[in-house]
């Protein structure tokens, strides 16, 4: 039966959950012994401008021969984040200092001096964990540096830092702090490579008793971090100047709007229907097209469906972030999310593409179903494969193994696509039939009259539509781009979900407004219009993301800017979508109200 398939499927998705959390889990209040060793995990390596240009630690020469490089059990979140821990010959024991103690001593011969040499001209730095708490320090330092097409010339100095210091903090008989430093004194010059030299790579330990910093509270720092106070200020600052600027437009937006249509319903009540023929001007000279279905159903439908399944899942992912059901500032922990709540909306998707595409007189309703299931998921697909294919080819981190590839599939296709099925034939059965609009349809279409003012072209509405939406987030975006897209960590996710609601807010009046106006002129032609003027912000988004590559960030490189530019077009179809739906939504009740209040053939 249905309810027992829907079982089944709420069955696995917990299970699907419970697999790419079951392994987040920390060693929660893990508590060490005296002497009890301690194991530092070496993460990844690659350039501090390229967040997403990531490499195995080991994919540098450090010490390749010297004790097991056992790779240590990840998550989900962590895997498909980048990491790829792997287990250190470094010898921690709990409170035991170290003053000194040689790791590894290699002769490196040319090939590999030149490729440190790069790295370092690269600053590259890597990433290391104890005990769960991340710390990162650079492989080497270019001293009295000037650079030509990236490489250090006119006498600059390049160092080697062999030498690392590890501080720890503890509190009883936890770990609470983590910190790596390099020793500059004990530094090696390898500017210049004519041979090969002996390298001795050594570390020190101490420990450092702090009391004050709690063990449930030894992340703070790490998210303390991400803005400094006074930006934090701005930033709250910002967004309630935005907020206020936002709502007093929107009124005054709609003050003006309802008197206009008040006048309107005001002209139109007062005319006897012998007179109508004669008097009707404006939106309701157009009552018998204006409920006629648009060109190309299916597709249509499967779009709005679409764009209401990815904003639900903005709306949930965001409560639930909100309300601290999962740690957001874990690594990979929103990406996970995201991934397991957009499945489980394909219902709600789903049932908005079915209802609507059989209010509309749909035929083929199998072929709809289909579209609605994919219109996201197949340029999802294209642009994974290409931006995991230039990251297997460079040997990357963000390449993802084949078994996380398949475990993602597999949620898309045993959750997402059956709930989309059951969502569009529940939101088909739940409908009576098609939709009865407040007027009849003419067998005939209407001639639309022609575009005399400039600003009523569509591509200037289009640029109106989605320019005032992204205005009310455009101070947001940074602070998200800085965190996506480098090294921020992004905690203020209460000042996110307000920039969430004033968007969907904005891109419903604004798209309204324009509707009337469409209207207005006699143009009958306003649903495929109102979804692109909704969604017209994403195609601003798209934008901005070419302004902060080129003008605020560093990064460069095919690799990266593969997964940028592939990445960023996907976040701003996925914006396009669902304000797409947002908009579409708003008008179409607009229309079914002021035709449903005023006398209509």
């Known amino acids: 039966s249905l309810f027992t398939f829907l079982k089944m499927i709420w069955a696995l998705s917990i299970a699907l959950s419970y697999l790419s959390v079951a392994s987040v889990v920390d060693a929660h209040s893990y508590r060490y012994a005296n002497h009890q060793r301690v194991d530092l995990l070496v993460n990844t390596v690659g350039p501090f401008n390229n967040p997403t240009e990531t490499y195995p630690y080991y994919s540098l020469p450090f010490c390749r021969r010297t004790g097991k490089q056992r790779s240590h059990r990840q998550s989900l979140s962590e895997t498909m984040s980048g990491s790829r821990k792997v287990h250190s010959p470094y010898e921690l024991t709990f409170l035991d200092p170290v003053p000194w103690r040689a790791l590894c001593e290699e002769f490196m011969d040319v090939d590999d001096l030149k490729e440190l040499k ?16 991340p710390m990162w320090g650079y492989v080497g330092e270019v001293t009295h540096e000037e650079f030509l097409l990236g490489k250090s010339i006119q006498g600059a100095r390049v160092y080697l830092y062999p030498h690392l210091h590890f501080s720890m903090g503890y509190n009883g008989d936890q770990i609470v702090s983590v910190n790596v430093t390099t020793d500059p004194k004990r530094r090696v010059d390898i500017t210049d490579i004519i041979a090969g030299q002996e390298i001795v790579f050594s570390y020190s330990v101490e420990w450092v ?16 971090s991400a803005f400094l106070p006074s930006s934090f200020e701005i930033h ?20 003006i709007l309802m008197r206009i249509l008040k006048n309107d ?7 006897d229907e012998d007179e109508l023929t004669e008097e009707e001007t404006g939106w309701k000279m157009i009552n018998g097209d204006v409920f006629r279905p648009p060109s190309n159903v299916s597709f249509f439908s499967a779009c709005v469906g679409a764009g209401a399944q990815i904003f639900l899942t903005a709306f949930v992912l965001l409560c639930a972030v909100v309300m601290e ?4 500032t874990r690594r990979g922990a929103l990406l996970t999310a995201c991934i397991m709540i957009y499945s489980m909306c394909g219902f709600f998707g789903g049932f908005v593409s079915g209802r609507l595409f059989k209010q509309l007189k749909g035929s083929n309703w199998v072929f709809n179903v289909i579209i609605t299931a994919m219109i996201f998921p197949v340029p999802l697909f294209v642009v994974f494969s290409w931006v995991n294919s230039v990251a297997a080819t460079n040997n990357s981190t963000a390449a993802l193994p084949f078994t996380t590839i398949m475990l993602i599939a597999s949620i898309f296709v045993f959750v997402h696509f059956p709930l989309t099925v059951v969502g569009a034939v529940t939101g088909r059965n739940m409908t009576a039939g098609e939709y009865k609009a407040p007027s009849r349809t003419n067998k005939v279409p209407r001639e639309v009259p022609k575009v005399q003012a400039w600003y009523r072209y569509p591509l200037v509405q289009l640029f109106m539509a989605g320019f005032l939406p992204f205005s009310a987030i455009y101070i947001e975006l940074h602070y998200i781009f800085a965190s996506i897209w480098g090294h921020k960590i992004y905690s203020l996710f209460g000042i996110l979900f307000i920039a969430f609601i004033m968007l969907s807010t904005v891109a419903s009046f604004i798209t309204i407004a324009l509707l009337y106006f469409q209207l207005v002129r006699e143009d009958h032609r306003w649903w495929w219009s109102t979804f692109f003027n909704g969604g017209s912000t ?3 988004i798209m934008g901005y993301s070419f302004f902060y590559f080129f003008h605020r960030s560093q990064m460069d490189g095919l690799l990266q800017g593969s997964f940028y530019f592939g990445y960023m077009t ?19 009740s607009f229309v079914d109200y002021i035709y449903g209040s005023v006398k209509c053939d």
Do not use: H
């Open 209 to 224: 008793n702090q009391p004050d910093i709690k063990y449930d509270n030894r992340m703070q720092r790490y998210e303390d």
């Open 570 to 588: 996907l976040v701003s179809y996925a914006f396009f979508l669902m304000l797409g739906f947002v908009g579409f939504m708003s008008s179409f």
């Open 118 to 133: 790069s790295a370092i001209e690269d600053d590259y730095f890597f990433e290391m964990f104890l005990d769960d708490l």
């Open 538 to 540: 994403g195609f601003f």
């Open 325 to 328: 059901v999962f740690k957001a």
């Open 236 to 255: 709250w600052l910002s967004i309630i100047n935005s907020f206020v600027l936002v709502l007093l437009l929107t009124a005054f937006l709609a003050i």
């Open 265 to 271: 319903f005001s002209r139109y009540m007062d005319v």
